[in-house]
Nanobody, 127 residues
């Protein structure tokens, strides 16, 4: 059984930074297509960044240059470093995993293509 547990969210002022973590069990993060999504109230869940088994990444245009995805294979943990936070980054951030290794696309995959989800961690950015 795959379990994903996010942590690291919080409340910060604009311009600040946060580091989110996603600890995985029942799945090896280096062998899955892994992603971070976010969702604000009243909005659809949107892809932020994904990484596949080869380390290839895809980022949403709105976060390029500010967000960085990485993973620690020894700890089986996925990370999201968020810098230069903006109020519009306020959302619940979710970790997701899809089997198969590759993400098989250079574009961000839709939420429905991921079979495993964490419970989310809240990020709130004040101006």
């Amino acid at each position: 059984q795959v379990q994903l547990v996010e942590s690291g969210g919080g409340s910060v002022q604009a311009g600040g930074s946060l580091s989110l973590s996603c600890a995985a069990s029942g799945a090896t993060v280096s062998r899955y297509c892994m992603a971070w999504f976010r969702q604000s109230p009243g909005k659809e869940r949107e892809g932020v960044v994904q990484i596949d088994s080869r380390g290839w990444t895809a980022y949403a245009d709105s976060v390029k240059g500010r967000f960085t995805i990485s993973r620690d294979n020894a700890k089986n943990t996925l990370f999201l470093q968020i810098n230069s936070l903006k109020p519009e980054d306020t959302a619940m951030y979710y970790c997701a995993a899809a089997g198969g290794g590759g993400c098989y696309t250079t574009s961000l995959r839709p939420p429905a293509s991921y079979g495993y989800w964490g419970q989310g961690t809240q990020v709130t950015v004040s101006s």
